[in-house]
């Protein structure tokens, strides 16, 4: 009788799941052979056409492993993504917002840095805010195991919600003004991007960036057991 | 051809009414589909644990591992809250399509 398990082992050797679930894995296809090779001797099949019929069960083991991954690794990639970019993001895209109605409600004004021939605003406030949620971004995001690069986006992903809104308001704009029969030209167009966009986009990115970066480095600093080894 | 939706739906079903009868191992649910179904449904390995994996990661099914009779370590699946409810929509949708597909085959026949 053949060792299944060793040949379910071979077979399945490059199936990149880790360690304990690849083993569970092997076992548990291994005993399925095991069984389906005993019960098809006991029906009287010889050795090499019991073989071959257990064999013929998986086929393409190539298909079989890739399958596999696919139904294994598709809900840990949705939780995982959940967990270090989603909630990190949105929690600092509602805090920074927060923040800034509460500044507002306040009574801060904002400061005006260029006047003419367009207006740069700063809540200069809210801008020293955002490196706290920059902050809390990453700290979140790399608790729940997130790379480097999510743990950067999710700390600058109210200024990627910010800019998404902003390029869409642009056409939208653009519409309602051919409709009341006001022309908006490119120039118009380009310089309120420009302007709202250090304003708002540019200056407070980097404000969430910095906290981001350094709750970064350190955590990075620290020996972490949550932190897979590789190699 | 039958497509690859309605072929996941088929198996779907049929592992998760299985199921409802008590826990199994992978080799006793194909074999249990097999005699049910008259062979008119059968579920190579390659077919079932694939299947079983994505329904586990939907949290319909739960598998534990257990020592069997023979001293085989194998790994028991059960249907969860999760997976019981799923099942009557399920049965549902099947039914219809079913009697739809019954009506539909009456009428060109006739």
């Not at chain 1, 360690?19 to 548990?28: G, I, L, T």
């Not at chain 1, 005006?112 to 949620?133: D, G, K, Q």
């Amino acid at each position: 009788m053949p060792d299944w398990q060793e040949l379910v082992r071979q077979r399945l050797s490059s199936l990149a799941l880790d360690a304990e679930e690849k083993d569970e894995v092997q076992v548990e296809l291994a005993t399925h052979l095991e069984e389906t090779h005993e019960c098809l001797r006991k029906e009287g099949l010889c050795e090499a056409d019991a073989m071959q019929r257990t064999l013929a069960q998986v086929g393409d083991w190539h298909n079989l492993r890739r399958r596999i991954l696919i139904a294994k690794r598709k809900g840990h990639l949705m939780k995982k993504r959940l967990h270090q970019l989603w909630i990190p993001g949105f929690l600092t895209l509602i805090l920074s917002m927060l923040v800034l109605t509460a500044f507002q409600k306040l009574g801060f004004q904002p400061r005006i840095a260029v006047s003419r021939p367009n207006t740069i605003f700063f809540y200069v406030p809210w801008l020293l805010s955002l490196p706290f949620c920059g902050a809390l971004a990453t700290y979140l995001s790399s608790r729940a195991g997130g790379s480097r690069g999510t743990a950067v986006l999710a700390s600058v992903f109210p200024v990627l919600a910010l800019t998404g809104a902003f390029l869409s308001m642009f056409p939208i704009g653009s519409i309602l003004g051919r409709i009341m029969g006001r022309r908006v030209g490119f120039s118009d167009v380009a310089t309120t991007l420009l302007t709202d966009g250090v304003g708002w986009l540019l200056v407070p990115g980097v404000a969430l960036l910095a906290g981001g970066v350094l709750v970064h480095l350190l955590f990075s600093g620290r020996p972490s057991s949550q932190n897979p080894v590789i190699g | 051809m039958i497509g690859s939706g309605i072929k996941r739906g088929t198996a779907e079903l049929a592992i998760l009414s299985v199921l409802e009868e008590g826990p199994l191992h992978g080799y006793e649910m194909a074999r249990r589909i097999e005699e049910q179904t008259k062979g008119a449904l059968r579920f190579t390995l390659a077919a079932l644990y694939p299947m079983l994996y994505r329904m586990e990661q939907r949290g319909w099914i739960r598998g534990a591992w257990e020592i069997s009779h023979s001293g085989r370590r194998k790994r028991c699946y059960r249907l969860t809250p999760a997976g019981k409810k799923k099942l009557s929509p399920l049965r549902k949708e099947w039914a219809e399509l079913f009697s739809a597909l019954k009506r539909l085959t009456k009428v060109s026949h006739a």
